[in-house]
């Protein structure tokens, strides 16, 4: 049994009226889980089919997610090979305002952990360019992290504040999704934290600091670009006001849809979207990166790509030792950025070595897959070695789904999953 403060659910009670108690009743049950599927990589429906837990129902909003009731859902086999997200599902209920969206340029402003984000790229189906921003460097390396798990090859993921972004891309983005910071009334059931650093000046605080993110957000959009902003919280400060108050300084919009998702009417916690319209304004286009002279370099990648890989990699870039295979369209990194598109690999002692990243973006018939079963997959993800009879760079996979990279030789696959995600299931 969750007691939220006292403060809080006095204001709570002055909006809903005779809803308060069912609402306030809420807090005696656990929150909902749910999952999204990765539809760059595996259906909704061929997931439902092949799903290692029970799925209890649709969520609503997204044709993708799906309720369970599996309580460590990130300890299979499949979540590794990046099938789905773990998401809470309210939360789904923002990206697919920004319907329509393939082919054009995108930006998540606020994206960590990776929710929002990742479900835009399922949206974009590979097509455009997703800019996927974080301005705290830890949670970016997850966001990260995240992206290459999903296996998205068109995102590049950056670490500005949205003024530096601002200041750089310039009404350069076609959709703009603000997943604000707030002040997280709406996850007291979730995340303890919450709970516990709400009061009246967090706020405030997070209201003042949601209009300076918008104002980004405006100059980052192009002229007839759409623009959603959503929180998970309940404060109205924060939600409707906030959208109001930013209209008010913005005749150049319009209020396209506004929705507000409580506990006690959905199965899911608090959140908030609304779509807005940009209607007149600048319009710029991103400066596509020169391509690069890698001489020497490129032919070694390009060996490996002929020996091991049958699809094609364009749009290189080279990095210190570490080459990236840049979206179309892309820019040359201006600031801090932790991916951009598919890191291919790093150049060692003379040879090309394929990076984590190539692995988990690839189908197949784009490279050898190395097949094993379920506990070949949990001993593959735990850094065990195991037989095989190929030779060479194998993807490890499982049901046709890589989980990452073996060099086979000698009758044996040495196992090259990132020591970071080795876990035991």
């Known amino acids: 049994m969750i007691t939220p403060p006292a403060e809080f659910l006095s ?48 969520v609503p909003w997204c044709d993708s997610g799906f309720y369970i009731s599996e309580e460590k859902p990130g300890l299979q086999v499949e979540h590794a ?12 209920c923002a990206a697919p305002l920004l319907d329509g969206i393939s082919g054009k340029n995108v930006l998540d ?15 974009m189906g590979g097509e455009g360019l997703l800019f996927l921003n974080e301005i705290n460097f830890s949670r970016a390396k997850i966001l990260s992290q995240n992206v290459e798990r999903m296996g998205i090859r068109n995102a ?55 209009q300076t993110i918008l104002q980004c957000a405006d ?13 998970c919280t309940f404060s109205e400060d924060e939600d409707e006001r906030a959208i109001s108050s930013f209209l008010s300084e913005h005749s150049n ?4 849809r506004q929705e507000k998702l409580y506990p006690h009417k959905v199965r899911g916690e608090g959140h908030f979207a609304a779509l807005m319209c940009k209607t007149d304004g600048d319009e710029d286009g991103l400066v596509p990166a020169p391509a690069q002279k890698l001489k020497d370099r490129e032919k070694l990648y390009r060996n490996f790509e002929k020996q091991y890989l049958s699809v094609r990699f364009e749009n290189l870039y080279l990095a210190g030792d570490t080459l990236y295979s840049l979206p179309d369209g892309a820019p040359l990194p201006a600031m801090q950025t932790l991916r951009a598109g598919v890191r291919l690999g790093e150049f060692v002692n003379g040879r090309f070595e394929p990076s984590h990243s190539l692995a988990m973006c690839l189908k197949k018939g784009e490279a050898a897959f190395f097949e094993v079963d379920r506990e070949g997959a949990k001993a593959y993800l735990s850094g065990l070695t195991m037989p095989c009879d190929g030779n060479g760079w194998m993807v490890c996979a499982y049901n046709g789904f890589p989980l990452g990279w073996v060099k086979a030789a000698g009758g044996t696959a040495k196992n090259h999953y990132p020591k970071g995600l080795r876990i035991v299931m």
């Open 11 to 58: 204001r709570m009670r002055a909006v809903l009226g005779a809803e308060f108690h069912a609402f306030e009743e809420c807090y005696s049950r656990p929150a909902e889980r749910a999952i999204r599927v990765n539809t760059l990589k595996i259906s909704a429906q061929q997931f439902a089919r092949c799903s290692p837990f029970p799925l209890e129902g649709q």
């Open 81 to 92: 090979a990046g099938l789905y997200y773990v998401q809470e599902p309210s939360a789904m």
């Open 109 to 123: 402003l606020c994206s960590a952990p990776g929710g929002k984000g990742t479900q835009l790229a399922a949206q």
């Open 156 to 210: 590049v993921v950056t670490v500005a504040s949205p003024e530096a972004l601002a200041k750089r891309y310039a009404a350069c983005f076609d959709a703009v999704l603000v997943d604000a910071p707030c002040s997280g009334e709406g996850m007291f059931r979730k995340e303890e934290a919450a709970l516990r650093e709400w009061s009246p000046a967090n706020v405030e605080m997070c209201a003042r600091r949601q």
């Open 219 to 231: 100059r980052l959009l192009k002229a007839g670009g759409r623009l959603v902003y959503s929180t």
């Open 253 to 256: 919009y319009a209020l396209m």
